[in-house]
């Protein structure tokens, strides 16, 4: 196939983006723009029962959050092309002429059976223990004086059909196991198998990039596709998406949601376009972090896996503060403006102090609010907490002391190390003994950046507040 590349997202506006559509479709952006080809958005809105209002929205704010923007199709305003217009139930008469089409040539037939007589005989095949496949030899005898609301069914021809998979080889189906299954529905619609193919096929789509939930229909789309003369395309199933214990399909529990939830918990786009890139391909290097434009460049089916990838939570969590880490300062406090309280930007070069030290240990932009409170406000501190390594007696002691030691300590990292191993030296204890009750009355918390950094941008007014306060209850 020496055509120019072209891949397409088609989603269903029928709920919301989750995680498995969007791999979908940053694997269809990567193959197009890393072959200098173009990337088409398409809805596939005519299954009109489970439309769900504010889908397409939703689908275009994620694609466009990710920075998955398509050459042609369907957007805020829609991209030109020369294939438009690109929703399927405004492209009904395309439908209804390939289908009349194949009528015409006796591939296709109208079916007057019943709802109740078709549930009968696949209740009969179900008693029988057998599987249901309906063949144009079950439609009734009689045939109606007009097709007038009646459904187009497509004739399975005898034999079976061979179809090739990018990703997995060739596949064989015998088409006995084919039901008649129907291309146009009694209202004029399209079923997806039948739509699916006109589609690709009129929008020149070189490519066909989906989940592997479709390699069940697709030699029904081969079939169709060799029964219109079309060209077919190329065929790449991406693998199965596991929840991370590796054993089942991912599922909302474990993170198949709304995407644009991942964007209010505090991941950054870059990461989350990068560890989507990861779910079932790879370069073959030990590389983990890439750009986008890294993934255009390095992107081929030829490294797309077969088998099913893990939704990994802790390794996006690395991922997306490593990418945390490569923002500067200004960036970082610009972007955790959603998710810190406004008042602390009233002193934005002490909220930078505070930033900077807990930088490393942001893994979403979310956890910055806890990370980053105990700066802002007085914590409350546990006495069971404060007194896991001595009495409260002697606690409060070694308080006292170090009050009065800072007292007459410069504010610098050397001499506050210093001055309070002098200190522990003096009391006769252990360094972790009273740097552990420091930690606790400055934080209230065992998990924290290291004491002098925490004192240092506390202050040495706050930070002797804050260990008077415990010393005299």
Known sequence: MNKSVRTRFAPSPTGMLHVGGVRTALF???????????????????DRERFVEGGVEQII???????????????????QGNHGP???????????????????????????????????LREEAIQAKRPFVYKYSMEP?????????????????????????????????????LDDFVILKADGFPTYNFANVIDDHLMEITHVIRGDEFISTTAKHALL???????????????????????????????????????????????????????????????????????????????VQKSPAVFDIARLDWMNGEYIRKLSISELLDMLKPFIPSEW?????????????????LKTLADARYLMEIFFETPNVDIK???QKDSIENIKVWLQKTIDSLEETEFTHDTLEKTLRQLVTE????????????????????????????????????????????ALQ
């Open 427 to 470: 009391l006769d204890i252990k360094t972790g003994q009273l740097f552990y009750a420091l930690r606790i009355a400055l934080t209230g918390r065992t998990e924290a950046p290291g004491l002098f950094d925490i004192m240092l941008v506390l202050g040495k007014e706050e930070t002797v507040r804050r260990l008077n306060r415990e």
């Open 141 to 177: 005898k009689e045939k109606p004086n007009s097709t007038e609301g009646l459904p187009i069914r497509l004739k399975i021809p005898y034999g079976e059909t061979e179809w090739h998979d990018e990703v997995r080889g060739i596949s064989k189906t015998p088409n006995n196991l």
């Open 86 to 120: 690109y929703i399927q139930s405004k492209r009904l008469p395309h439908y209804k002429k390939y289908a009349e089409e194949l009528v015409s040539k006796g591939l296709a037939y109208y079916s007057s059976i019943t709802p109740e007589s078709f549930a009968g």
């Open 385 to 387: 907490l404060l007194t």
């Open 225 to 303: 596709y060799d029964l219109l003369e079309f060209e077919r395309p190329s065929w790449v199933h991406l693998p199965v998406i596991l929840g991370p214990d590796g054993k089942k399909k991912m599922s909302k529990r474990d993170g198949d949601v709304d995407v644009l939830e991942f964007e209010k918990k505090g991941y950054l786009k870059q990461a989350m376009v990068n560890f989507l890139a990861l779910l079932g391909w790879n370069d073959g290097s030990e590389q983990e972090i890439f750009s986008l434009e890294e993934l255009i460049d390095k992107f081929s089916i030829e490294r």
């Open 345 to 361: 930007y009233s002193d934005r070069e002490y909220l930078q102090k505070v930033v900077m030290l807990d930088r490393e240990r």
């Open 61 to 79: 704010k994620s694609l466009d959050w990710l920075g998955i923007h398509p050459d042609e199709g369907v957007w805020y305003e829609e991209k």
């Open 28 to 46: 269809a952006y990567l193959y197009a723009k890393s072959h200098d080809g173009t990337f088409v958005l398409r809805l596939e809105d005519t």
